[in-house]
């Protein structure tokens, strides 16, 4: 029975998707806008950067963190991905850290329990046991603007189930290809938030263990 859910919702989802692309760009903007989230204030106590996407995400916490939103830039542990070629293959992880550290920015680690996080939802528990043993008041999450409202329903859900007072805001990073304006008119913004728009699904209709669903 849920898998016919799962599956009838994805299929009115992408009809409507392709009757959008094909009809008004208005439309196509604001559909990209309800997967937008920005409600960051200065004065948190930490910005974490999700994992994915390190280039966009770390330019977004680098700029929070020079215009006073915090002093303090923390980063997730995803799950490493299984290649062929991993000797030589840079991971997302690998990128950030590099891109941090550039910069001159200290930075600190949020450990996975489990050896990496695979979802957002781990993520989210993560920073539920380091925010316990540090004493953090406001975090500030940073991921790219498809991701944020999906990253928001993801730590208010671990939040709440585990009973975390600690308040979250949400920074959406710019992709450097495409905006919520024209994303539409690229493989990669198409690619994204069509997406998002299964993994939304997913994750409202779904419990807090999901594999393999990215935060990219």
Same mark, same amino acid.
């Given at each position: 029975?849920?898998?016919?859910?799962?599956?009838?919702?994805?299929?009115?989802?992408?009809?409507?998707? +392709?009757?959008?692309?094909?009809?008004? %760009?208005?439309?196509?903007?604001?559909?990209? /806008?309800?997967? @937008?989230?920005?409600?960051?204030?200065?004065?948190?106590?930490?910005?974490?950067? +999700?994992?994915?996407?390190?280039?966009?995400?770390?330019?977004?916490?680098?700029?929070?963190?020079?215009?006073?939103?915090?002093?303090?830039?923390?980063?997730?542990? %995803?799950? %490493?991905?299984?290649?062929?070629?991993?000797?030589?293959?840079?991971?997302?992880?690998?990128?950030?850290?590099?891109?941090?550290?550039?910069?001159?920015?200290?930075?600190?680690?949020?450990?996975?329990?489990?050896?990496?996080?695979?979802?957002?939802?781990?993520?989210?528990?993560? +920073?539920?046991?380091?925010?316990?043993?540090?004493?953090?008041? &406001?975090?500030?999450?940073?991921?790219?603007?498809?991701?944020? &409202? &999906?990253?928001?329903?993801?730590?208010?859900?671990?939040?709440?189930? +585990?009973?975390?007072?600690?308040?979250?805001?949400?920074?959406?990073?710019?992709?450097?290809?495409? @905006?919520? /304006?024209?994303?539409?008119?690229?493989?990669?913004?198409?690619?994204?938030?069509?997406?998002?728009?299964?993994?939304?699904?997913?994750?409202?209709?779904?419990?807090?263990?999901?594999?393999?669903?990215?935060?990219?």
């Amino acid at each position: 029975m849920y898998k016919k859910f799962i599956f009838y919702w994805l299929s009115i989802s992408a009809v409507i998707l +392709l009757l959008l692309v094909s009809f008004h %760009p208005f439309i196509l903007k604001n559909y990209a /806008n309800f997967f @937008t989230v920005n409600n960051y204030s200065k004065g948190a106590d930490a910005i974490l950067i +999700l994992g994915g996407s390190a280039d966009t995400r770390a330019k977004k916490a680098i700029e929070l963190l020079e215009n006073g939103y915090s002093n303090q830039i923390l980063i997730t542990h %995803p799950s %490493p991905k299984i290649v062929e070629y991993k000797n030589v293959y840079v991971s997302d992880f690998d990128n950030l850290k590099h891109i941090i550290e550039s910069e001159k920015i200290e930075f600190k680690i949020i450990e996975d329990l489990k050896g990496g996080a695979k979802s957002t939802f781990d993520e989210a528990r993560d +920073l539920v046991n380091y925010t316990k043993q540090h004493k953090l008041k &406001r975090v500030i999450i940073v991921t790219d603007n498809f991701h944020t &409202r &999906r990253a928001k329903y993801a730590f208010d859900k671990i939040f709440k189930e +585990l009973n975390c007072k600690t308040i979250i805001e949400i920074a959406g990073a710019e992709n450097q290809i495409y @905006t919520i /304006n024209n994303w539409w008119k690229t493989e990669r913004g198409l690619d994204q938030y069509i997406s998002e728009g299964f993994k939304y699904l997913i994750y409202l209709n779904r419990d807090t263990d999901i594999e393999g669903i990215s935060t990219e």
